[in-house]
């Protein structure tokens, strides 16, 4: 059986889903109380009106009967304030070399002022969103970990990977009614507070919750089998392929996909890649049967995957030479 957040909503409804309002639709009985957890990368919450788009949907989906969760970022807002104050803004595979300094700055960014902007966009709808740390109640867990370049660890500072969730805060937020709004700062056992990279922390506390789908928001069109060109996005693929590409991706891509691949291993649904740069993006990512961007589905959901995800054993090809 499928279990897409899709299911039982036909075409016309999502259309006058992306229309919006949602709330006066008649959704599906099927959507109700199903978690999806969206990430938002900081490259689509710099500009005010995409901020709002994308907390206009959030809240749409909660009167669809949804339960959204955020996950926020703010890489280029941490790396603006860093540029600031004149300490170094470097990245090994896609995460952030983070000194003790830089974790005050990451902290203080991400928590205290990203997070407090996306807040004030979903409340202007009503008194939905409530703003946390991974810090707060343990919710994330972290160990420090090293970037793996050309196959040798390098140590990047205060970067953790998180090696448990204790959703129950969430949860709790969701009971109530709320739309809860987490950054990627996370505890270490030894009480050190640690950098997450916002994709894997949205993609841990996904599969913590038992969520149906994992959207993450980006500001490129999805996966590109042909980049730094970006005409040909790879509109589907299965854990196992993604598997494949994996050793021959760069820059933010690399954690974002492992991101993916570890949600879709551990009983997330599916995992939608989307353009955070097109207004809506995540009504139509989720509300929609043909989602733009890269979707990856479990290995299990492979006859679900139309031709297009057939053709990344030669994306994977590609990205490497
Ligand atoms: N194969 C690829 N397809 C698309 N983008 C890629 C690819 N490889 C590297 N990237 C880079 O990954 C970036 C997205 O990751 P990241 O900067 O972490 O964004 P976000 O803030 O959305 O998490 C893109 O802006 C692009 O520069
Ligand atoms: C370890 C690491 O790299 N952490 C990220 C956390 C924020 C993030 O991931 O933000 P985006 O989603 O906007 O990229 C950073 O310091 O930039």
């Known amino acids: 059986m499928r279990t897409t957040v899709t299911d039982g909503v036909d ?14 639709v008649p959704w599906s009985e099927e959507l109700q109380g199903r978690t999806v957890v969206l990430k938002c990368g900081g490259s689509t919450l710099i500009d005010p009106a995409l901020r709002r788009s994308f907390a206009q949907d959030v809240v749409e989906l909660w009167h ?18 860093l540029d600031r104050l004149a300490l170094e803004v470097r990245f090994e595979a896609g995460m952030r070399v983070t000194t003790p300094e830089a974790m005050d700055v990451v902290r203080m960014v991400l928590t205290g002022r990203v997070q407090r902007d996306l807040v004030g966009a979903i409340n202007a709808h009503g008194p939905f969103a409530v703003g946390m740390s991974g810090e707060d109640a343990h919710t994330l867990t972290a160990e420090r970990r090293p970037a793996w370049v050309d196959g040798r660890a390098v140590d990047i500072g205060l970067v953790g990977d998180i090696v448990s969730v204790a959703p129950d805060t969430v949860r709790d937020l969701l009971a109530g009614g709320r739309i809860p709004v987490v950054s990627p700062v996370a505890r270490g056992r ?28 980006t500001d490129v069109p999805g996966l590109c089998a042909d980049w730094p060109r970006r005409t040909d996005v790879i509109p589907r693929l299965t854990a196992g392929e993604l598997d494949a590409l994996l050793p021959g991706l760069t820059g933010g891509m690399l954690p974002k996909m492992e991101g993916c691949l570890r949600a879709v291993r551990s009983g997330v649904g599916r ?23 890269t979707t990856v589905l479990p290995d299990g959901a492979a006859d679900d995957a139309t031709d297009g995800s057939t053709d990344a054993a030669t994306d994977a090809q590609e990205i490497r030479a």
């Not at 259309?15 to 709330?23: M, T």
């Open 64 to 81: 669809a009967g949804l339960h959204p969760v955020v996950v926020h970022g703010g890489g280029p807002q941490i790396s603006e304030m």
């Open 190 to 217: 030894d009480g050190q507070i640690y950098n997450v990279n916002a994709d894997l922390a949205a993609s841990a506390l996904a599969v913590a919750l038992g969520a149906d789908r994992l959207v993450m928001l």
């Open 271 to 293: 995992v939608h890649v989307l353009d955070g740069r097109t207004p809506h993006a995540v009504l139509r990512g989720v509300l929609t049967e043909e989602s733009p961007g």
């Open 11 to 24: 075409g016309a409804t999502a259309v006058a889903a992306v229309n919006l309002p949602a709330r006066d």
